[in-house]
């Protein structure tokens, strides 16, 4: 609790608030009797210039002393707290309203006089105070001249020991009670308000912070999809930021999961190339080592026997390695098809031709069934011929005697459909999704290698082939009923009138 961000926060906030307060309570602790005497000056601006007009005090150098005597009664009657000085031209105090051991400064400074004469709109103007040696005070003061000549000045202190009793009571009593109750009550307010907007921007991170946890707990090996929980819209940055990171939790873990099915796809590749290289290999070396170690004793038929079984090892072999190279190269984007339009039919009917001889030692039928209204298509004729032999020979390796196979083709909007059919053993409906996967093997149904003929790269080769041209392989099957393979091609757009012209 003590170590949580949101206790650190509130201290913070607590230290702040405390440090805030102790500022504003000192400032207005400073600033009120500064306040008291600013308006003080200022409504006292004109009384000593009041007393020098109606009273000589100074006459020619001499000093008045009945009339000053008067004034000083008159001022301590009316008003108490007023002190009046009378000081020479260099500041020295000549006389005073106070007693004489009141007096603890016998010059006062002119330079705030100065400045007091010199502007009348100046703010407040602090002077030496006779009565108090640490102290200044408001004041007033006024210059009297004779014939010209700067006989001194009348210098009242507007703020008396008594009135600064008085000041010091009132500010221990009602101003600092209430300025101090005003400004605790703010800070109390803006400290829940902060408590409260802490919490709720603490639980939103407490909220991001569970699901980084929660991620870096889980065990990969459980699965899942690392999002946790979901949200709405997010609401502000937290929220938008929680969102992303379980959005990228969640790409984590399917790139793991997509990684280990990989893993698993490269180690069932190793084992499947072992096996399916070692055969030909070994009957290859077998029937070599056979006509090294006895070619006196064997015969010429026996010597083009063994030769024809070892070259039909060798193209077996070479066949395997093509195929994984091309299908690594399309994998790779190494290849991309050139498309150009040409006749789909044309190509099925010449394709046929390649495998009638095939059909005719298995006693197979193998129709090809196209329309005069299939249009020519857009894509590599290379690549399409090539899917096409991988799927009427994967159907002949799976078809059995007696069998049918059928290369179809349909026109539909602006596509041709193709489909390749046949009557063999067909797929299990539980193995139908993994039969396009990358050497998938299946010991029971159509997918390629069954018969132990290779690793099952033909179909992956056509289903990559289709994609490539933005269409999909689909397989549909049925045990010992037959397996149905589709996929379509985009038709070529003729300009309008072409195809009449061509008939013509």
């Known amino acids: 609790m003590l170590h949580s961000l949101y206790f650190k926060l509130v201290l ?19 600033t009120a009797p500064m306040y008291q005497q600013e308006v003080s000056q200022q409504l006292n601006r004109d009384l000593a210039n009041y007393i020098v007009k109606e009273h000589v005090l100074i006459e020619d150098g001499r000093v008045r002393q009945d009339n000053l005597e008067a004034l000083f009664h008159n001022v301590m009657i009316i008003n108490p707290s007023l002190e009046l000085y009378l000081l020479d031209p260099e500041g020295r105090v000549v006389a005073h309203s106070l007693p004489p051991e009141r007096i603890e400064r016998r010059r006062v400074s002119l330079q705030p006089i100065r400045r007091f004469l010199a502007d009348e709109a100046h703010g407040l103007i602090m002077g030496d105070d006779p009565g108090n040696q ?40 009602l101003i600092m009670k209430w300025s101090t109750v005003a400004i ?9 308000a902060g408590l409260l907007l802490f919490f709720f921007l603490m639980r939103k991170l407490r909220v991001l912070s569970q699901a980084m946890q929660e991620f870096r707990q889980r065990n990969l090996e459980q699965g899942g999809d690392g999002s946790g929980r979901r949200q709405g819209r997010p609401l502000d940055e937290i929220d938008s ?25 490269r180690r069932e590749l190793v084992a499947n190339v072992s096996h399916d290289l070692r055969t030909p290999l070994a009957s290859l070396s077998g029937f070599l080592e056979t006509l090294q170690l006895k070619s006196d004793e064997l015969s010429d038929s026996e010597r083009q026997t063994y030769l024809k079984i070892a070259w039909a090892n060798a193209q077996r072999l070479n066949a395997l390695v093509e195929e994984l190279f091309e299908l690594a190269k399309l994998e790779a984007n190494e290849v991309q098809p050139l498309r150009e339009p040409f006749s789909l039919a044309e190509l099925a009917f010449d394709l046929s031709h390649q495998f009638q001889l095939r059909a005719r030692e298995r006693d197979i039928r193998f ?22 032999a991988n799927l009427i020979d994967n159907s002949f390796k799976h078809t059995p005697e007696h069998g049918r196979i059928r290369l179809q083709l349909s026109a539909r909007d602006n596509n041709v459909d193709v489909s390749v059919s046949d009557t063999g053993c067909g797929i299990a409906e539980e193995e139908l999704p993994q039969v396009l996967q990358r050497y998938y093997r299946n010991g029971n149904g159509d997918a390629e290698g ?26 549909a099957s049925e045990l010992r009923r037959g397996t149905e393979f589709r996929f379509s091609l985009p038709a070529y757009p003729w300009p309008a009138g072409s195809c009449t012209a061509i008939a013509e």
């Not at 006989?151 to 020991?161: D, K, M, R, T, V």
């Open 184 to 192: 605790l009550g703010a800070l109390a307010l803006a400290f829940v």
């Open 241 to 265: 930021m929680t969102g992303t990171f379980r959005e990228m939790a969640g790409r984590i873990q399917s790139q793991v999961n997509h990684l280990r099915e990989m893993e698993a796809l």
């Open 367 to 388: 129709d090809v069934v196209a329309d005069e209204t299939v249009p020519q298509v857009s894509a590599d004729v290379g690549m399409i011929e090539r899917v096409l």
């Open 12 to 30: 913070v906030l607590f230290l702040l608030f405390i440090m805030v307060g102790a500022v504003l309570l000192s400032v207005a602790l400073y």
């Open 134 to 173: 640490r102290r200044q005070n408001g004041f007033t003061v006024a210059p009297i001249d004779y014939q010209g000549d700067r006989q001194g000045y009348i210098y009242a202190i507007l703020g008396s020991e008594k009135i600064n009793h008085v000041t010091d009571v009132l500010q221990r009593s």
């Open 450 to 475: 069954a018969s132990g003929s290779g690793l099952g790269l033909g179909l992956a080769i056509a289903s990559r082939i289709v994609e490539m041209h933005g269409s999909e392989l689909t397989v």
